[in-house]
C-alpha cells in the first residue's frame, strides 16, 4: 500500500490553477476534508477514495471546473446497470425484481458521451454482475477518456485476462462485494454456495494485475449495526490487504424492508462517521462510508441532482438504490429526463431513500422501477430537509 507524499499531493492539486478561483469557503471546507484522509498511489493515481477521481485526473479537474466554478452545474457521477442477469441472488437486492429489453452497447456508449457533455466526471458499472456483459472493456475504455471509472462486482466470472483488459481500459477502481467477514453468513446472504471464495479469489486476481485501486463493498446489516459489529467486520477487511472498504448499511430498496422500516439511527450513522475518521487517521485502510461523504456535515444527498442512477434497461433514476423511474433513455433523451428530475431534487443533507421508505410502500405498486406516474405522485409528498454543509457554501 503505496501512501501518497504530500509533496506529489500539493503538485496534484496545483496542476489546476482553476482552483484558486474557486471561493475560498469552499477551498476551506475541501482541503479540511481531504486532511480527513490518507492519499493512496496507486499506479501514479493520488486517490483520497473512490467517490471522488484521483486527485491528478483529467476527470478531478473537470470537477474543479465544470462543477466547483459553476452554479448550475449539471449531474457528476452517475452509475450504470451493465446487465441485469447475476449468478447470485442477493436477499436485499435492488436489481432482481427488473425486467425488460437491455440496453446494448452502442446506447450505452451514446448515453455515456451524452453524460459526460453534461459534467458526469465519475462513473460506476453495477448489474447485475457488470462482467457478464461482453462488452465491459470496450464500454470502460470509452467512458474512461475523461471520467474516473469504477466497477462494483461480486467477481463472478472474472478472470486474469478480463482484469488485465479492464485496467487497460483504464479502470481506476474496484469494490468486490463482500457482506459479512463468516464465510457461511456470505453465501447465505447471496444464497449462492461459493460467493465468498468467489469474491476473495477476484481481490486476488485484481492484486496481482495491480495498478487498479482495490476496495470492499461492505453492508452493514441492522443486526451488525444493533450488535456494534463494524469494527469486527473492518478488522476482517484490513486482513485482505485492499485498499479502501466501501461501507454502507443496508438500504431500504426492496418492499420487505419498507413495512419494517428499519432505517440507520442519526446516533449510529455518527458513530460510523466516527469510526471512520478514527481508521483514516491511523490510516493503514481507507473506510468510505456513504453515511459520512453523504452526510450533512459534508456533501449530502446527491440524488437526482448530482448523482443519476441508469439501470440495464435504460430507467432513469435519482440514485442506485431507488426504485422510481423519471423517464427511459430509449425513449426520451437523458437530457431531458434528468432536466424534469433535477427541479424536483434540490439538494439536501438527508438520505433520500433512508427518509423516504415510507412513502415508497405507499406508492409502489408491484413494478420495478415504480411507472413514471407513480414516481411523481410520490415526489409530490416528499418534504426535503436543509442542504448540507458543502452545499450551503457553495450556493450562499
Ligand atoms: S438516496 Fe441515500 S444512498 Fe442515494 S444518493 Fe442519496 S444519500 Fe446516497
Given amino acids: 500500500m503505496k501512501r501518497a507524499s504530500t509533496f506529489d499531493v500539493a503538485w496534484a492539486l496545483l496542476a489546476v490553477p482553476q482552483s484558486l478561483l474557486v471561493r475560498p469557503s469552499t477551498n476551506w471546507f475541501l482541503t479540511q476534508y481531504i486532511r480527513k484522509f490518507r492519499v493512496m498511489d496507486v499506479g501514479g493515481n493520488l486517490i483520497l477514495h473512490s467517490h471522488l477521481p484521483p486527485l491528478n485526473s483529467k476527470a478531478y479537474k473537470r470537477f474543479v471546473t465544470e462543477h466547483l466554478l459553476s452554479k448550475d452545474a449539471g449531474p457528476s457521477h452517475v452509475q450504470i446497470g451493465l446487465t441485469n442477469a447475476c449468478p447470485q441472488n442477493c436477499e436485499y437486492c435492488y436489481s432482481k425484481d427488473k425486467k425488460g429489453k437491455v440496453m446494448d452497447t452502442g446506447r450505452i456508449i451514446d448515453l455515456m458521451r451524452n453524460l459526460k457533455q453534461m459534467g458526469?466526471?465519475?462513473?460506476?458499472?453495477?448489474?447485475?454482475?457488470?462482467?457478464?456483459?461482453?462488452?465491459?472493456?470496450?464500454?470502460?475504455?470509452?467512458?474512461?477518456?475523461?471520467?474516473?471509472?469504477?466497477?462494483f462486482t461480486t467477481g463472478c466470472t472474472l478472470t486474469p485476462q478480463l482484469a488485465?483488459?479492464?485496467?487497460?481500459?483504464?479502470?481506476?477502481?474496484?469494490?468486490?462485494?463482500?457482506?459479512?467477514?463468516?464465510?457461511?453468513?456470505?453465501?447465505?446472504?447471496?444464497?449462492?454456495?461459493?460467493?465468498?471464495?468467489?469474491?476473495?479469489?477476484?481481490?486476488?486476481?485484481?492484486?496481482?494485475?495491480?495498478?487498479?485501486?482495490?476496495?470492499?463493498?461492505?453492508?452493514l446489516s441492522r443486526h451488525m449495526i444493533q450488535r456494534h459489529q463494524a469494527d469486527e467486520y473492518l478488522g476482517f477487511l484490513m486482513t485482505l490487504g485492499i485498499h479502501e472498504v466501501w461501507l454502507s448499511e443496508a438500504k431500504p430498496s426492496i418492499p420487505d424492508m419498507w413495512?419494517?422500516?428499519?432505517?440507520?439511527?442519526?446516533?449510529?450513522?455518527?458513530?460510523?462517521?466516527?469510526?471512520?475518521?478514527?481508521?483514516?487517521?491511523?490510516?493503514?485502510?481507507?473506510?468510505?462510508?456513504?453515511?459520512?461523504?453523504?452526510?450533512?456535515?459534508?456533501?449530502?444527498?446527491?440524488?437526482?441532482?448530482?448523482?443519476?442512477?441508469?439501470?440495464?434497461?435504460?430507467?432513469?433514476?435519482?440514485?442506485?438504490?431507488?426504485?422510481?423511474?423519471?423517464?427511459?433513455?430509449?425513449?426520451?433523451?437523458?437530457?431531458?429526463?434528468?432536466?424534469?428530475?433535477?427541479?424536483?431534487?434540490?439538494?439536501?443533507?438527508?438520505?433520500?431513500?433512508?427518509?423516504?421508505?415510507?412513502?415508497?410502500?405507499?406508492?409502489?405498486?408491484?413494478?420495478?422501477?415504480?411507472?413514471?406516474?407513480?414516481?411523481?405522485?410520490?415526489?409530490?409528498?416528499?418534504?426535503?430537509?436543509?442542504?448540507?454543509?458543502?452545499?450551503?457554501?457553495?450556493?450562499?
Avoid at 132 to 149: F, G, H, M, P, Q
Avoid at 279 to 306: D, M, Q, S
Fill in 120 to 151: 458526469v466526471f465519475w462513473i460506476g458499472f453495477t448489474g447485475g454482475e457488470p462482467l457478464l456483459n461482453k462488452d465491459i472493456a470496450r464500454i470502460t475504455e470509452e467512458a474512461s477518456t475523461d471520467c474516473a471509472v469504477k466497477l
Fill in 164 to 219: 488485465r483488459d479492464l485496467k487497460n481500459a483504464g479502470l481506476y477502481s474496484v469494490s468486490v462485494s463482500l457482506d459479512h467477514w463468516n464465510e457461511t453468513e456470505h453465501d447465505a446472504v447471496r444464497r449462492y454456495p461459493g460467493a465468498f471464495k468467489t469474491a476473495l479469489r477476484a481481490l486476488e486476481i485484481f492484486k496481482e494485475v495491480g495498478g487498479i485501486h482495490i476496495g470492499v463493498s461492505a453492508v
Fill in 259 to 396: 413495512q419494517h422500516a428499519s432505517v440507520i439511527s442519526e446516533e449510529e450513522r455518527t458513530e460510523l462517521c466516527t469510526l471512520q475518521d478514527r481508521y483514516n487517521k491511523e490510516g493503514r485502510i481507507t473506510v468510505n462510508y456513504l453515511g459520512h461523504f453523504e452526510g450533512k456535515e459534508h456533501f449530502g444527498c446527491a440524488a437526482g441532482h448530482k448523482m443519476v442512477y441508469v439501470d440495464a434497461c435504460g430507467n432513469v433514476s435519482p440514485c442506485v438504490f431507488l426504485p422510481m423511474s423519471f423517464g427511459n433513455v430509449n425513449e426520451r433523451s437523458i437530457r431531458e429526463i434528468y432536466t424534469a428530475m433535477k427541479k424536483r431534487f434540490p439538494t439536501e443533507s438527508r438520505c433520500f431513500i433512508n427518509e423516504n421508505s415510507p412513502l415508497l410502500h405507499k406508492h409502489y405498486h408491484g413494478q420495478s422501477p415504480m411507472s413514471e406516474q407513480d414516481t411523481v405522485a410520490l415526489m409530490e409528498e416528499v418534504r426535503f430537509a436543509p442542504m448540507a454543509r458543502f452545499f450551503k457554501l457553495h450556493y450562499s
